[in-house]
């Protein structure tokens, strides 16, 4: 009889990381005992290690045979990935073995802005040249020195100790991916993450874009998204798919309702509308737990009593603080008239009447939804929403609102900020947010933090001169530093107000030619710094055109972490373990940096590397005002170099587990059990969450708008810092009528951004890229299935154009006047990356009209398509 | 003695192929072979369009045909029902490819060290590697397999042969689930003894209408599907390369 995986997880229980490794078998059941003719029976093992290759490291077992790892499968204990892998996992040793792996370290021959010519160096050498160079631009200001990660794999290793022993300014992914709608969430409710529902509770859920079968959630990956989708399907979850291109859902679309890209907006604003039409609102939680009953004046400010925002009570007629414990009942609806003769109104009826305008008839001419669609999914959400009803867990009684939305991408355009905030407003009507079954935002527990929750509602707009990434500037007060800007910056700071431009970037595991939208200004960007070193396993496109020096790191062969390793319903960590000793003479990314600090002269002492190591693996304990350091039993030395293993083995100790790095490398993972149900409901928090009052109406945006008018910043920088969500028509379409179509970019399964598309196995599988075209604008055009065209796109700020070639795959499901592509492919420097079609972060564009209020990247374009 | 079968159920699959990935490293299956191939297909006109994916391995027939036209008894079935190539045997005739109704079979046309995507030779990796090709190649698949201890096992053992699923009979022999089973993400698969009424596949089999590839022919497959069956207008998309020239 053969054991399934479940079966297996059901025998181990959820604590199954207490087994020991060597008798584990993923996939199956225990491994058979020793074979009979063991005499020259090979060494057989499974050790664990965890996943490189994709975005939430799974657990994986790798099978080793005398020393050969030859094959890696899920690991069973893992609550990620439960014992399997998706097609990049499982393909990802061809790639730990491939030959086209850099070797040793390269500095570069000839002039930048070309495939490099290169001679090797010794890790001496090219160290020597990276420290030097680090240490003539910190003698400068050390702010001009950009550390600049895509896939980071442990924040406490490298991006706060590097970043900030070397006291270098950061520059992430984020702005690429979805931080329009962190920036959203956090400023509205205190939570960073973004739109996600609860799976085990949630019965109905709007879904967007191509996560939902090709990408998961945000925090998660595909796996365990996946799992929890189809279990959450055969309980009776319905799926409403809203996406220009149906094929991301596929099957699992309940319901596809192919949306006009980028009207999400007017979409969010629509189900508002409709839902307060038919009075679908808990009163109850917008009352108590959102600022709703704020009292706004006419200029949109809220009215304060000493200090603190008022609400009309309606028991004494009378105005008071919101906290003010005599308060009664607050008012909701209608208007008072204060003594001082100024009319105020609670911010839920500036909310009402700012959304009336958004009729489902006005929504459907500009989403191509039609209006009676929307009105019934509105409904649909009202009624599944269940306002009112509660639900018993674990001894608590809870709001119960089964309704959410996935809407993770959805915030990677130009109206991307304010349509998560208009989508989570629908679910705040609700009273869904943080209610069992509703919409989540973290992964795990519903973490409220109270420093973003400040940090945005304090404007702070300076004066020039601003710093690059133009963060709290009139330009882009709240951004979290896209490098796209930062481009924009280099090629004119004096129209930005800036003095001091980065002078050299340490790319740490990304490739930002290939990975990001706007490759041309990419160039542009790499190619005025006076020194660029890369870290990366492989040649990559933006290290063969800018490198002056590349450091090859291991691929697994390391040990990396922390690891979260949560499936969103229990808590446990994970480490990567090498399950052989790095290929080449390449070096894991820790190691490298060890020996770089110390040759830049910031290892050792206080603020140095180490240091910080010690702070951000929580090893010792500082005290935030005096700034006093206790060391903890486990603590680095500040005056001696530790080994990677160490450094985890006192991490581990230090989290209190006795065997220390022994129990990962026997385990790979720490499964601590289920979050506890008031740690993990925002509703059932003691004071529900985090005791705020989340921002339905957003004051602080108007001030941020006002201040930067009153800066002299230009419409475009503050036309989307509206205190209520607000449509207007994206700057793309002031685009010429005969760029007819929009193009949107998407996600495969087969691939991870940039960095799989040269993966032989996965290059096989994925077929290559291709354009999305549906087949009566295929035929208008004259374009047959598999014809090469081209894609030509303009951008309505600049005039410019670009263009690429690629091969038409028609499909009925895409919307006519919509063309896709996925976000993959154009590589140039491996031998299975070649030939495979371009990127459409070629045709892409960043920069003013391209990106959103908070400075993140927008993946719309208008484009036209023709027979090439 | 059991008899293996397996059931897909269509309604959980994702489509994301990585059934056939554990089957590719599993097996080290060469360029261009799927033993495990998971199509993907959409019906119907905008806007009512349905997207759907079909994984199809070998069908291990009970009445196979590749079996009855094999000039010299390689492809053969055993008494567990597993339908292998005996690649000691194969002549290279592939009668077997056309015979089969559904396309399992794949024919080693280049010689293994030539068809395993990238140039393995390397002084650097073989130290490491000890020469395997490819480096993360399978032991198992190099010992002989089945009651008379055949060679049958995995792909890139001599060119000119014919390959295909094989259930992993390396695995079975551990008592593992095949790779493509032991690895979905989403259970789509259910794998074991049809002849014991107590294991699972046999259970689902009782429990859930399931409907066989081309049931007209009487080739009678041991792999039963659930769900709905592809249409008639059914158009491929993102077909997987066919290999490289």
Redesign the interface.
Request: aromatic residues 8%; hydrophobic residues 30%; negative net charge.
């Given at each position: 009889m053969h054991l399934t995986r479940r079966a297996l997880l059901k025998s181990a229980g959820v604590g199954g990381g207490a087994l020991l490794a060597s008798r584990l078998v993923p996939g199956g059941r225990e491994a058979a005992g020793a074979d009979e003719e063991s005499a020259a029976a090979p060494v057989d093992e499974w050790v664990p290690t965890a996943c490189w290759i994709g975005k939430q490291d799974c657990g994986m077992l790798a099978r080793r045979v005398d020393g050969r790892v030859v094959k890696f499968e899920g690991n069973p204990a893992h609550p990620r990935n439960a014992g399997t892998l998706c097609p990049k996992g499982m393909a990802q040793i061809v790639s730990v073995y491939d030959p086209h792996r850099l070797r040793v370290p390269l500095v570069r021959t000839n002039e930048k802005g070309s495939s490099g010519e290169w001679r090797e160096a010794s890790w001496d050498e090219a160290l020597t040249l990276v420290a030097d160079k680090i240490n003539e631009v910190r003698d400068d200001d050390p702010k001009l020195i950009i550390w600049q990660k895509g896939r980071s794999k442990s924040k406490e290793l490298y991006d706060e100790p590097v970043v900030e022993a070397l006291g270098a300014t950061r520059l992430g992914h984020g702005a690429f991916c979805s931080d329009a709608g962190y920036r959203a969430c956090e400023y509205t409710t205190g939570v960073e993450g973004v739109l996600h529902p609860d799976f085990q509770h949630t019965r109905y859920l709007l879904s967007w874009g191509w996560n939902i079968t090709n990408g998961g959630g945000n925090k998660l990956c595909w796996i365990t998204w996946n799992r929890q989708l189809l279990d959450a399907r055969e309980r009776g979850l319905k799926i409403v798919v809203i996406d220009p291109r149906l094929r991301s859902a596929g099957p699992f679309a309940d319901e596809w309702l192919p949306i006009r890209p980028a009207t999400d907006l007017a979409f969010a604003l629509a189900l508002q509308n409709v839902l307060l039409e038919l009075g679908y609102v808990d009163e109850e939680y917008l009352k108590n737990s959102t600022n709703a009953p704020f009292l706004v004046g006419d200029d949109g400010h809220v009215v304060r009593v000493g200090g603190v925002e008022a609400v009309w009570d309606q028991a004494s007629a009378r105005l008071k603080a919101y906290d003010d414990p005599t308060l009664v009942d607050p008012l909701l609806e209608g208007k008072v008239f204060l003594e001082s003769g100024q009319s105020v109104r609670p911010a839920f009826e500036v909310v009402k009447e700012h959304v009336a305008q958004y009729t489902p008839e006005w929504a459907a001419e500009i989403t191509g939804i039609p209006a009676e669609t929307i009105r019934r999914i509105a409904a649909e959400l009202g009624e599944n929403a269940q306002i009112g009803s509660t639900i018993e867990i674990d001894g608590h009684s809870l709001p119960y609102r089964p309704v959410a939305a996935m809407a993770y991408h959805m915030a990677q355009q130009e109206l991307g900020f304010q349509a998560t905030r208009a989508m989570l407003g629908v679910f705040m009507l609700l009273g869904a947010v943080g209610a069992v079954g509703g919409q989540r935002i973290e992964v795990g527990k519903w973490k409220f933090d109270e420093e973003k929750w400040a940090k945005w509602n304090e404007v702070e707009i300076g004066d020039p001169p601003y710093s690059f990434t133009l963060k709290d500037s009139k330009f882009f007060p709240i951004n979290s530093a896209n490098p796209q800007v930062v481009a924009g910056v280099m090629q004119d700071p004096e129209r930005y107000g800036v003095e001091k431009l980065p002078r050299m970037v340490i790319v740490h595991m990304t490739n930002p030619l290939l990975a990001y939208p706007d490759q041309k200004r990419a160039m542009d960007l790499y190619s005025r710094f006076e020194f660029v070193t890369v870290l990366s396993p492989w040649l990559t496109e933006t290290a063969d055109y800018y490198a002056d020096v590349i450091l090859p790191t291991a691929t697994i062969e390391k040990y990396e972490g922390p690891i979260g390793g949560t499936d969103q319903y229990i808590d446990a960590v994970g480490l990567r373990v090498p399950p052989m000793e790095p290929l080449y003479e390449s070096r894991g990314e820790i190691d490298i940096y060890l020996d770089l600090m110390e040759k830049v002269g910031v290892l050792y002492g206080e603020h140095g590397y180490l240091y910080y190591v010690n702070e951000w693996l929580k090893l010792v304990e500082i005290d935030e005002e005096t700034e006093e350091v206790t060391p903890g039993p486990y603590a680095l030395p500040l005056d001696q170099k530790p080994t990677v293993r160490d450094i985890f083995d006192r991490w581990a100790k230090g989290q209190g587990i006795e065997e220390g790095v022994a129990y990962f490398e026997q385990n790979g993972v720490l499964v601590k059990g289920p979050f506890k149900v008031t740690d993990f409901y925002g509703a059932a928090m003691d004071p529900p969450f985090g005791g705020v009052r989340h921002r339905l109406y957003g004051e602080a945006l108007l001030r941020y708008r006002e201040e930067m008018k009153a800066k002299g910043a230009d419409e475009i920088y503050w036309q989307d810092y509206t205190p209520l969500p607000t449509w207007r028509p994206p700057t793309m379409e002031a685009s010429p009528a005969d760029y007819d179509l929009y193009l949107i970019s998407y996600k495969l399964i087969e691939h991870k951004q940039s960095r799989s598309s040269f993966v032989p196995l996965l290059e096989e599988l994925s077929g290559g890229q291709r354009l999305s075209i549906n087949p009566a604008t295929a035929r208008a055009r004259g374009i047959e299935n598999g014809d090469e065209v081209w894609v030509e796109s303009h951008n309505a700020v600049t005039g410019e154009t670009r263009r690429v070639r690629v091969r038409a795959e028609v499909t009925a499901g895409i919307r006519p006047d919509t063309v896709g592509m996925p976000h993959h492919f154009g590589n140039w420097t491996h031998p299975w990356g070649q030939n495979r079609g371009p990127s459409p972060n070629e045709i892409l564009f960043s920069g003013e009209g391209y990106v959103a209020n908070t400075a993140d990247q927008s993946y719309h374009v208008k484009v036209r398509v023709y027979k090439a | 003695m059991p008899r293996y079968g397996m059931v897909i159920d269509l309604?959980?699959c994702?489509?994301?192929?990585?059934c056939?990935?554990?089957c590719?490293?599993?097996n080290a299956t060469t360029?261009?072979h799927f033993w495990m191939n998971v199509f993907r297909y959409?019906e119907?006109?905008?806007?009512d369009?349905?997207?759907?994916?079909l994984p199809r391995p070998c069908q291990h027939c009970e009445n196979a045909p590749c079996v009855k036209v094999c000039p010299v008894q390689a492809r053969h079935q055993q008494d567990d029902g597993l339908v292998l190539t005996d690649f000691k045997r194969c002549i290279g005739c592939r009668y077997c490819e056309v015979a089969c109704p559904y396309g399992v079979n794949y024919f080693a046309f280049a010689e293994p060290e030539d068809s395993y995507?990238?140039?393995?030779s390397?002084p650097?990796?073989e130290s490491?590697?000890?020469g395997?090709q490819?480096?993360?190649?399978?032991?198992d698949l190099d010992v002989r397999h089945g009651p008379d201890g055949r060679l049958v096992a995995g792909d890139g053992h001599y060119g000119g042969v014919m390959t295909k699923c094989t259930f992993c009979v390396q695995?079975l022999e551990?008592?593992?689930?095949p790779?493509c089973?032991?690895?979905?993400?989403?259970?789509v698969f259910?794998?074991?003894?049809l002849d014991?009424p107590e294991?699972?596949v046999s259970r689902k089999l009782a429990s859930t209408r399931t409907f066989r590839l081309k049931e007209e022919l009487n080739t009678r497959p041991k792999v039963f599907y659930v769900g709905t069956p592809p249409g008639e207008d059914t158009?491929e998309?993102?077909?997987?390369?066919k290999?490289r020239e």
């Open positions: - | 309604d959980r994702m489509g994301c192929r990585a056939m990935e554990a590719k490293i599993e360029e261009g959409e119907g006109e905008y806007p369009v349905h997207v759907g994916f995507y990238l140039d393995w390397d650097a990796l490491v590697t000890g395997a490819p480096p993360y190649r399978n032991p695995r551990k008592d593992l689930d790779a089973v032991a690895n979905c993400p989403v259970d259910t794998f074991g003894d014991d294991s699972e158009r998309l993102e077909p997987v390369s290999g």
